[in-house]
């Protein structure tokens, strides 16, 4: 069973500098119903932590202590 299903899973490698997108998760604030949009951003990953878990800024770096899951951004192109 687990080699099935480690068979379709593609780990993510992202890299300091790349712009992701953030998902909306429900139980946040910005979650504000059906037609509302599902990611946020751009954001610039500042520093890749272990086990997944990349730091964020905002483009103009004002937001500076967000750290999120890799399975919760997708990668953001221009």
Do not use: C, S
């Amino acid at each position: 069973m687990a080699r099935a299903y480690k068979k379709r899973v593609h780990p993510r490698h992202f890299e300091v500098g790349q712009l992701v997108l953030k998902r909306i998760l429900p139980h946040q604030e910005e979650a504000k119903g059906k037609f509302a949009p599902n990611w946020q951003g751009p954001y610039l990953i500042k520093e890749v932590l272990t086990k997944g878990a990349l730091h964020l800024t905002d483009v103009e770096g004002k937001i500076t202590r967000m750290i999120v899951n890799a399975d919760a951004v997708k990668r953001y192109y221009i």
